[in-house]
């Protein structure tokens, strides 16, 4: 729950279960300062697991991609035809 929500809560707690009127200066004043407040999103709620999933996955598209392009080029340079017509060494290292 943000502040935004708690607050709203309080309000209309205030106002239904308490039966304060919405025009005393105390609950003028909350709903005034309710209406300033922005809106929380899931980013400003939770930025660093957002962040640390954004960035995983990025990592694993990349050890992903990473791992194709090695894999295409050792079947290009291993196949035999490669070998016959092209007879220097290509070395790929591997990590």
């Not at 709620?45 to 791992?67: G, K």
């Amino acid at each position: 729950m943000t502040d935004k929500e708690f607050l709203i809560w309080i309000y209309s707690r205030l106002h239904n279960v308490h039966d304060e009127p919405k025009n005393i200066d105390y609950m003028m004043r909350l709903d005034e300062f309710i209406k300033k407040l922005p809106d929380s999103t899931l980013e400003d709620r939770y930025p660093t697991v957002i962040e640390e999933a954004e960035r995983e996955f990025s990592l694993e598209l990349h050890r992903e991609r990473i791992e194709k392009a090695k894999e295409e080029l050792r079947r290009k340079y291993n196949h035999p035809w490669y070998k016959k017509v092209f007879p220097f060494t290509i070395h790929i290292e591997r990590n």
